[in-house]
């Protein structure tokens, strides 16, 4: 084990860091806390402290309750659909033949593109007439679902998930792989010598051991879906009528379009404590599987 | 039996060469829905507006046309030009600071006990989480104190802040397993506790360092909430914004978005593609240990 050190020489190399670290995250995150209880409207305009006014109001701002209910809704598909379709692709792609990095490389490349240009991407697939959505929709004889999927109310948030989730999916599904090489391969061979079927090894065997992947791809996609704003914004702008508003959406119209930045403020607050509760159940769930595998 | 014998029984039982073949025709028709936004970029991006009209998307380009990729970089009409420019200047500093002040708080962490000191370690871990929306206004109204409003400093600034969770995570990971002795050793030859961080730890980084240039520049090259935010004239904005400006411009121009996307890409595919190894270690961290 490390030796006792004098406080001195950690402190000067944590100094920087820390400072910067503070200044522009911590600081912020705190000041963002003061803000939701002011009035404070208008870039340069002053403001006063006005308690919890804010989140009384934002309780029963039914604007705020749409976008409640759409990032509920976002959350739930989030949780589960990439999540297995990623795990799915893990498992049938564990191998390392030469087809499978392949496959494996093609599913992840669109980890790499900016939720901004896959939100173009998929605003130009899903256009109404010359999109291949539609084109696809049409050609195998499905005429009447062939819609404007971003423009009609009904669709339009699950239009922009589903763009949302190609991306995310090859995330889950690297994440897989890697927490599928800690499962020992002689724990699978002894479970088939046992007689047991792919399913029960799955369910018995591999799933188990992949609970630390599984933690960290739940808490990742939680929180990415919380906050995700940018491909929802050029998709959608959180419309139509606000259909696909999500809380992050939300935020950024009161704060920087309706120029309520106390009020905005109080919005960032919500999203925090949501985020919060995920980092908090995250830590926890860590600390629980160390000391299962220690 | 040994697992190489076995495998080979088990490959020629035909249920199983079935239930393979099965699986790799879902697997194919999976990857073609996947990849086919990505194949219609690359065939809309080099086809004129004329082939388009005549043929439609999503055939390929009978002539490769560049007229797409010229008109959007041209500063006199898409102008990406100079947004690429602004990323560039944005990007590689904000992730040489943050891989810096990450990799001196990963050492101060990583190579002594202190009092607190995994507190002091969770504090910054979880900024990692933190969604940016909690800072947004507080950032905005900062950086117009400090006069950095509309400038690439105020972007640069904020990246190196937010990424130094995660730098930070990575070196203090990497750091803890240098085996202390190597330190002990040089101790005993004199050298001071800097001396060794500078000529006997840093050399020994380049892996790790490796792994968080690529993360970090892929995330601060892809982002766009940030200088959206903070800010407004051309002469600051990045590319993520250039391009978000020119779908509004040109609503109509396929072609033109198309290129101006495989533009935006280019950087961060060039990394998937040669670095796609520490790139994929940099995502995957934490997921077999927890």
């Not at chain 2, 990007?91 to 002040?101: D, F, K, N, V």
Request: hydrophobic share 55%; charged share 10%; glycine share 6%.
């Amino acid at each position: 084990m490390q030796r006792r050190h004098k406080w001195i020489i950690p402190a000067s190399f944590l100094f920087f860091p820390l400072l910067v670290y503070c200044a522009f995250v911590i600081f912020p995150t705190a000041n963002s806390l003061y803000y939701s209880f002011t009035d404070w409207a208008g870039y340069g305009a002053e403001f006063n402290f006005i308690g919890l006014a804010n989140f009384d109001k934002i309780f029963t701002d039914r604007l705020f309750g749409n976008a409640i209910k759409n990032t509920l809704i976002w959350f739930a598909l989030a949780i589960f659909v990439p999540t297995l379709i990623g795990l799915g692709l893990a498992l049938a792609l564990q191998g390392k033949s030469k087809i499978n990095t392949v496959y494996k490389s093609l599913f992840y490349l669109p980890i790499c593109l900016s939720p901004v240009i896959i939100g173009i991407i998929w605003v130009w697939l899903y256009s109404p007439k010359l999109g291949i959505v539609n084109i696809f929709l049409r050609a195998i004889g499905l005429e009447h679902l062939a819609i404007a999927w971003l423009a009609r109310p009904n669709t339009a948030l699950i239009s922009v998930f589903v763009a949302w989730a190609w991306q995310q999916t090859g995330l889950n599904m690297v994440i897989f792989l890697a927490g599928l090489t800690s499962v020992p391969t002689p724990l699978v061979e002894a479970a088939k010598v046992d007689g047991a079927n792919y399913w029960q090894t799955l369910r018995r065997v591999i799933i188990p051991m992949l609970r630390p992947a599984l933690v960290v791809v739940l808490a990742l996609t939680a929180i990415n879906a919380l906050k995700s704003f940018e491909i929802i914004w050029v998709m959608t702008k959180g419309g139509p009528f606000n259909n696909s508003d999500t809380l992050a959406v939300f935020m950024y119209t009161e704060s920087f379009r309706k120029l309520k930045l106390g009020y905005g403020s109080s919005a960032a607050v919500v999203l925090f404590v949501m985020t919060l509760v995920i980092i908090v159940l995250y830590f926890r769930q860590i600390s629980a599987a160390e000391e299962l595998y220690d | 039996m040994t697992s190489a014998k076995r495998k080979r029984a088990t490959a020629l039982n035909p249920t199983r060469l079935a239930g393979t073949a099965l699986l790799y025709f879902v697997l194919t028709i999976m990857l073609i829905l996947f990849m086919a936004p990505v194949y219609g970029v690359i065939v809309t991006a080099f086809k004129t507006a004329t082939e388009v009209a005549l043929q439609g998307y999503w055939t390929p380009p009978a002539t490769i046309s560049i007229d797409n990729f010229a008109r959007v970089m041209d500063p006199e009409q898409g102008n990406l030009s100079l947004y690429l420019g602004n990323s560039v200047l944005l990007t590689i500093p904000a992730s040489l600071l943050s891989i810096a002040l990450g990799t001196l708080a990963g050492y101060g962490l990583g190579k002594y006990r202190f009092k607190l000191d995994g507190l002091l370690f969770i504090f910054i871990v979880a900024g990692m989480f933190l969604p940016p929306q909690i800072a947004l206004i507080p950032v905005f109204r900062l950086m117009n104190a400090f006069g950095l409003y509309d400038t690439l400093w105020a972007v640069i600034i904020i990246h190196t802040a937010f990424g130094i969770p995660i730098c930070t995570l990575v070196m203090r990971n990497f750091f803890q397993v240098v085996p202390n002795a190597l330190r002990e050793a040089a101790l005993i030859d004199g050298a001071n506790e800097y001396g060794i961080f500078f000529r006997i730890m840093l050399p020994l980084t380049l892996p790790a360092l490796a792994v968080l240039a690529t993360l970090q520049f892929t995330w601060i090259w892809n982002d766009f909430l940030w200088p959206f935010i903070l800010t407004q004239k051309a002469d600051s904005r990045t590319i993520m914004l250039g391009i978000v400006n020119l779908t509004g411009q040109y609503t109509v121009d396929w072609g033109g978005q198309a290129a101006a996307s495989l533009i935006g890409s280019l950087p961060t595919l060039f990394i998937f593609i040669f670095f796609q190894r520490y790139f994929i270690k940099g995502l995957t961290l934490g997921a077999v240990k927890g």
